[in-house]
């Protein structure tokens, strides 16, 4: 589904057909993951919620489909050219707080063409992804996957529950 918001800029919000046998192999990665908390890491993160970045060497099989479904998203739906999937970056969130992890409002203009959110695991309770200029919330789905312009401003309200968990990225774009 393409969304068109306030800002008329293409929103992707998609589910994966296979989204329950994904979503079990990436929690068995997740679990084996050295989270960090925001103040451990060396970078800037707007994100209030333990987190890790992935490597090259953390990008299976199952990442890799993810990549690959994202970079069809995209050409199918929005820029009718390929994406060079080598170009992401990415990284797990896990809200581990019933009492208030959010990730502050922030875009990924200087990161990235496009930003996606990918839902992993999403007990009652868990956060919507708000995109803050809009209004426009998506409800926390798993298997469901939001693929945006990196300048549309969003966050994630106070969350109220254990281990909602996504995977989120930036996407380069274009590579010729």
């Not at 993951?33 to 970078?43: G, I, M, S």
């Not at 999403?122 to 803050?132: A, I, N, Q």
């Not at 109220?160 to 010729?176: E, T, Y």
């Given at each position: 589904?393409?969304?068109?918001?306030?800002?008329?800029?293409?929103?992707?919000?998609?589910?994966?057909?296979?989204?329950?046998?994904?979503?079990?192999?990436?929690?068995?990665?997740?679990?084996?993951?050295?989270?960090?908390?925001?103040?451990?890491?060396?970078?800037?993160?707007?994100?209030?919620?333990?987190?890790?970045?992935?490597?090259?060497?953390?990008?299976?099989?199952?990442?890799?489909?993810?990549?690959?479904?994202?970079?069809?998203?995209?050409?199918?739906?929005?820029?009718?050219?390929?994406?060079?999937?080598?170009?992401?970056?990415?990284?797990?969130?896990?809200?581990?707080?019933?009492?208030g992890?959010?990730?502050?409002?922030?875009?990924?203009?200087?990161?990235?063409?496009?930003?996606?959110?990918?839902?992993?695991?999403?007990?009652?309770?868990?956060?919507?992804?708000?995109?803050?200029?809009?209004g426009?919330?998506?409800?926390?789905?798993?298997?469901?996957?939001?693929?945006?312009?990196?300048?549309l401003?969003?966050?994630?309200?106070?969350n109220?529950?254990?281990?909602?968990?996504?995977?989120?990225?930036?996407?380069?774009?274009?590579?010729?």
């Open positions: 589904m393409l969304l068109k918001l306030k800002e008329n800029l293409p929103v992707i919000v998609e589910r994966h057909p296979y989204h329950k046998s994904i979503n079990k192999k990436l929690m068995e990665q997740v679990n084996t993951l050295p989270f960090k908390n925001p103040n451990e890491l060396d970078y800037y993160t707007n994100v209030r919620a333990v987190q890790y970045t992935l490597t090259d060497n953390d990008v299976g099989p199952t990442i890799k489909l993810i990549q690959n479904w994202i970079g069809e998203l995209i050409s199918i739906n929005v820029a009718r050219i390929p994406v060079d999937i080598s170009k992401f970056t990415m990284w797990f969130s896990r809200y581990n707080d019933e009492k992890n959010l990730t502050r409002d922030h875009d990924h203009l200087v990161a990235a063409t496009f930003g996606f959110v990918y839902f992993v695991n999403t007990p009652k309770g868990s956060s919507p992804l708000v995109f803050t200029t809009s426009k919330k998506i409800k926390a789905e798993e298997g469901k996957i939001v693929i945006f312009p990196a300048s401003r969003h966050m994630v309200p106070q109220r529950c254990k281990d909602r968990v996504v995977l989120a990225g930036n996407i380069g774009f274009p590579s010729r």
